[in-house]
């Protein structure tokens, strides 16, 4: 079993676990401990998952890049900021605690940073999410569509670098959009 095949499989768990838990972030939480133990819950599943996905990045960048560790480093770094980021935020707001919205329970948390100061985070965030994902398309592109030329003008059937070049960029495309769109 390869380190790619362990943090794809610890990746599918986190990601089970986060759906798990935002499926129980919908029951009403009647106490500041059990609002406290949620909100906790999924930061961490967040910072975990994104710290995976910056690792499958950069692990696909070195594969693809013809191990460049410039181009592997940058794309982890700059997938990391989001993590770190977050981390910094949920350390430095406050605690927890229950208010009632239309009569319902809700778990909220009180914001230590200005609004300015939030937003900055927010967007170097996204701004770090989308370079890291604009470079694995790079790379992609870069590295994979000589060999998928190659590989198709001596007509071997479904060749590995094709799959890779089709397959990896429309995922990658579809993260660089979902970030787009958060921002």
């Not at 994979?144 to 190659?150: G, I, K, Q, V």
């Given at each position: 079993m390869?380190?790619?095949?362990?943090?794809?499989?610890?990746?599918?768990?986190?990601?089970?676990?986060?759906?798990?838990?935002?499926?129980?972030?919908?029951?009403?939480?009647g106490s500041d401990?059990?609002?406290d133990a949620q909100i906790v819950l999924q930061e961490v599943l967040f910072i975990l998952s994104t710290t995976i996905a910056a690792a499958l990045s950069a692990l696909r960048v070195y594969a693809v890049g013809e191990r460049s560790w410039?181009?592997?480093?940058?794309?982890?770094?700059?997938?990391?900021?989001?993590?770190?980021?977050?981390?910094y935020l949920n350390a430095s707001a406050g605690r927890p605690y229950v208010a009632f919205a239309a009569g319902l329970p809700v778990c909220m948390r009180h914001n230590v940073f200005s609004r300015i100061v939030y937003n900055r985070f927010i967007i170097a965030s996204l701004v770090c999410a989308i370079v890291s994902d604009l470079i694995v398309i790079?790379?992609?592109?870069?590295?994979?569509?000589?060999?998928?030329?190659?590989?198709?003008?001596?007509?071997?059937?479904?060749?590995?670098?094709?799959?890779?070049?089709?397959?990896?960029?429309?995922?990658?495309?579809?993260l660089l959009l979902n970030h787009i769109?958060?921002?």
């Open positions: 390869t380190g790619a095949t362990v943090l794809l499989f610890f990746n599918k768990c986190l990601l089970l676990l986060l759906t798990i838990s935002n499926v129980l972030n919908i029951l009403n939480w401990q059990s609002c410039f181009w592997t480093l940058l794309t982890l770094l700059a997938g990391l900021v989001p993590a770190a980021a977050d981390s790079g790379a992609t592109w870069m590295y994979a569509m000589p060999w998928a030329r190659r590989v198709s003008e001596t007509q071997i059937k479904r060749p590995l670098m094709l799959v890779i070049l089709r397959d990896g960029i429309g995922y990658f495309i579809i769109t958060r921002s």
